[in-house]
């Protein structure tokens, strides 16, 4: 059984920074990609960001110079890197890894963007 475990949500104030983890346990023998989505109340779940096996990443625009994934492999772990921080990033951060074939997502983390 796969299951992926975040951590490093909460509440911070405009221009400050988080660091999401989600580390995957169980039995994936190949993962492809590993990404973070967020979906804030009464929105839909949009992609943020994603790093392939390979290492090459891509992101939304909205974020795109302030949020940074990366993954270590040897620990089957992706991070998002949050930094300047603004209210329109507050919303439930979803891990989400691609692995054989199959698409497996997190619980979910809270992130408060408020002054």
């Known amino acids: ?54 290492g090459t990443t891509n992101y939304a625009d909205s974020v795109k110079g302030r949020f940074t994934i990366s993954r270590d492999n040897a620990k089957n772990t992706v991070y998002l890197q949050m930094n300047s921080l603004k209210p329109e990033d507050t919303a439930v951060y979803y891990c989400n890894v691609i692995g054989d074939n199959l698409s497996y997502w997190g619980q979910g983390t809270q992130v408060t963007v408020s002054s």
């Open 1 to 54: 059984q796969v299951q992926l475990v975040e951590s490093g949500g909460g509440s911070v104030q405009p221009g400050g920074s988080l660091r999401l983890s989600c580390a995957v346990s169980g039995s994936i023998f190949r993962i492809h990609a590993m990404g973070w989505y967020r979906q804030a109340p009464g929105k839909q779940r949009d992609l943020v960001a994603k790093i392939t096996s390979g």
